[in-house]
């Protein structure tokens, strides 16, 4: 009965699912020839000048977030991290107002967070990546370090998007990093009681250290986190060479990339084509790296290969990993159901001018209950050879619907008979 059922079901809908699918395209939300920085005041601009603060040619953004609110209305965030002086502030808000290289940017949460550039560790030093959750809050991950000079403990923030003030605050110990060595750059937030039935209160934050090579799991629950590491998080040597747009660099970073479909915890270094898993129920078991931290590694898997490396990745809710690769230039998707190789990299049609290294990506969730790709691209082939030019278009803010994705192919729409 069951089965003839799933079959009208399927002819019901099929004919729906093809006629709606109108391909979507990738939209550019913002985009700059070079960073622009607003200030509260004049004075405060002036003061940045004059000490070296405000230099927008050191200024590279690598990460995005949206965000919605009843009053507040659709917020996008960027991070710019400081790789090196002049860099005003490194989280910031862009606002709408346009100046000739693209729109301003305004300090989050505001700019007194951000004028110590590290004499107050207090206060935010470094931004690489943040992660917004169901809850309203952002957790900003700052890495404590002012290029390779570590000022302050790395710490993660969370703020309240309805208040805009910090929530909470977390140290990292000694034992989670080593100060100078480590660089934490993506936080990945699963948040286990959502709204509107949860209290937010259970959540994890999974935490790449791209320079020496660990992950780092926040429980908030116990309010601390440990540290893990795996032959898997290292850059390959054989992949540390990378070509965009005909332009070569060497990038020799490892654990970079993180998603997850609740099970599993997805990674991969960035100098590498391969993927890797692990289950989160053995990442989340604290006692299992209470001795040691590269316990377990029999639960570390390689997933398979990409065509070549990639850098950010995001994963929605019917399990797509997206991820774009950097030669040839593509957007792809790989659904978990597949073998990771070569053939079931799917790519999703893209002008390659606009995703020159996607440094920053999120699936993020809109007021109609819709899932969108958000991607931030900053070509930084150009930035490593010293060939940016100011006068072209160089950093971009990019969105795509996922709609027409997530209902195409027959065999989706059925699995999502099957388990709903
Ligand atoms: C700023 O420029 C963007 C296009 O780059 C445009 O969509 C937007 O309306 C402009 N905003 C204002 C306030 O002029
Ligand atoms: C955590 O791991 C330890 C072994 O390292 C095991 O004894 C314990 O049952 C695990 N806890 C949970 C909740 O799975």
Redesign the pocket.
């Known amino acids: 009965m069951w089965g003839r059922y799933l079959v009208v079901l399927l002819l019901a809908l099929t004919p729906h699912a093809i006629i709606s699918v109108k391909q979507r395209e990738l939209e550019?939300v913002?985009?700059w020839k070079q960073m622009v920085f607003g200030f509260p005041t004049e004075a405060d601009r002036q003061e940045a000048l004059a000490n070296g603060n405000l230099v927008p040619e050191n200024a590279t953004p690598i990460d995005v977030a949206t965000h919605s609110h009843p009053t507040k209305g659709s917020r996008v965030f960027t991070t710019i991290p400081r790789f090196t002086t002049g860099i005003p502030y490194t989280l910031a808000l862009v606002s709408?107002?346009?100046e000739s290289n693209?729109?301003v940017l305004q300090a989050y949460p505001d700019y007194s967070w951000h004028n110590s550039h590290g004499s107050d560790c207090d206060k935010i030093t470094s931004v690489f990546r943040v992660a917004i959750t169901e809850c309203n809050q952002m957790f900003v991950l700052d890495s404590g370090a002012i290029g390779t000079v570590q000022h302050c403990p790395p710490q993660l923030l969370v703020f309240d998007l309805n208040t805009d003030t910090l929530f909470h605050r977390y140290r990292f110990e000694p034992s989670t990093y080593v100060a100078g060595a480590s660089l934490f750059i993506t936080p990945l937030a699963i948040v286990h009681d959502p709204p509107p039935k949860g209290r937010c209160r259970k959540l994890q934050v999974y935490i790449a250290d791209v320079t020496f090579h660990g992950l780092i799991v926040y429980d908030s629950e116990l309010n601390t986190a440990w540290r893990i590491e795996n032959k898997f998080m290292y850059p390959d040597p054989d992949h540390g060479s990378h070509t965009i747009a005909n332009e070569k660099f060497i990038l020799m970073d490892g654990m970079f990339g993180l998603a997850s479909d609740r099970e599993q915890l997805y990674f991969h270094p960035l100098a590498s084509v391969s993927e890797y898993a692990v289950p989160l129920s053995v990442i989340n078991n604290r006692t299992n790296f209470m001795n040691s931290v590269d316990a377990m590694p029999q639960a570390f898997r390689h997933v398979g290969k990409r065509s070549s490396s990639c850098a950010a990745q995001a994963m929605d809710s019917q399990r797509n990993l997206y991820c774009v690769t950097f030669n040839p230039i593509m957007l792809t998707r790989w659904s978990p159901n597949k073998p990771y190789n070569v053939k079931y990299e799917i790519e999703i049609p893209a002008d390659p001018k606009l995703i020159e290294f996607v440094s920053g990506m999120k699936v993020y969730k809109n007021d109609a209950g819709k899932e969108e790709l958000w991607m931030l691209s900053n070509r930084f082939q150009k930035i490593s050879s010293g060939s940016m030019d100011f006068n072209e278009v160089n950093f971009r803010i990019l969105r795509r619907p996922l709609d027409d994705i997530q209902h195409t192919s027959v065999q989706d729409l059925s699995q999502r008979l099957i388990f709903t």
Do not use: H, L, R
């Open positions: 550019t913002y985009q709408e107002v346009n693209g729109p």
